[in-house]
């Protein structure tokens, strides 16, 4: 949890996450809502109810939660048209000059949401490289082809 | 039925004593299946109009898209990772459409993996109730777990375990068995090579003791939907005959394309109310066989 708190914290996020709900299953957590209900049995579940995201490193975002946290006002934002999209989830980081609008105001060291048409592809940190200011690529929904490749 | 009992001419055989005359090479389209959890069909299928996707509506399905154009991967693009459609072939669709798991209820699908069924009966569920996944491969289940997040699902519990005698710890209103099977020719161009009889039968009696545990994990009145992608008897038709005679059961009529299931088995007469049961030969609809049928429970 302390993991996840530092990445809300970082985004700006105002998301509470109500702890008496959280369920830890290895490295990773789970929201349990009035549904699906609490598990009547434990042993041998492996996920349960709302994704949030796993300790790592740092803390991986979970779809689920970069969706919810894209709903919120406050977080920080950047919106980019599909070709950088695409660039993002395919991990490479997002020039300034990509950055169609920012929601949050950009600021270097921030840590902002990636949103195109809307949606939230993951996000990134905003940070000077080699001269040039771009939002460097921590995590993406590409993620989901890495994991896809390496389960089947 | 004597002789080596594997190999086209020896499935095609029987397919025709079943009365069905199929050349061994049908093929079915890609599909895929909007997300209502995520997108309207309408609003999905402007945006991958305008990347150069077509898609045409499958009828008999409720978000079901034949893909008829396309010059890339649709398993790799933005909408897809953004888990606005996944990749379903037709007829698999039909199984959960057919069950029809709604808001509130208690299901269960009880061999999940890859999850796409899964995904599906949240979706019906509109993520609201309890929702149940089980399966026996924890490697298999990492892939359920992915197209659980990438779908958005938030109702569904998953476990680990062979769901012929796992403990949940309760009883459910809807359960989906879309049970382990010998699969066919449509979608594994070697099945004819590696298929025997003697698979057949076995896998036959694991889905008897699947459909058993089923009825157990069934409240009365309960819905159970029990489906394979397999054209042999032996695992349709038969294994239903077996659980109508072994258990407090009686067959619904299932809607969706295709003929009803087959009353004589190489000879031997059937219950009747087998009828009511749908089978999809490769050939009917555009799709892969499949066998589905509707047991609501005494």
Redesign the interface.
Known sequence: MRLLRRLLRELNSGYKVDESKVIRINDQYFAL?A???S???RK????????LGRDRRVFEP???LL?LLSKEQEARKVNVN?ET??LF?CGRDIFQENILSVEGGLSLGSYYLVI?DG?C?GYGRYETVWNSKMIRNYYN??D??H??GS?? | MMGLSRGREFFLGRYRMLGRDLTGDESTPQAIRVNPLKIRDAELLEIMSSVGVGLEKLPFLDHGYRVTSSGFSLGSTIEYLLGLYSLQEAASQLPVQALQPGPGDAALDMCSAPGGKTTQMAAYMGNRGSLYAVDSSRERLYAVENNLERCGVTNCLVYHGDAAEIELGRVFQKILLDAPCSGNYVTDPLWFDKRTMRDVEANAERQRRLMSRAMELLEPGGKLLYSTCSLEPEENELNVQWLLENHDAELCPVESPGLPGLTDVFGVELDPSLSRCMRLWPDDAGAQGFFVAKVVKG
């Open positions: 809502d549904e699906p209900g598990p009547p049995e041998s579940l492996v996920y349960a109810g709302t994704y979970s779809a689920i969706g599909r999209a695409w989830v195109f949606w592809l929904i590409g989901f082809l994991r896809e389960t089947t």
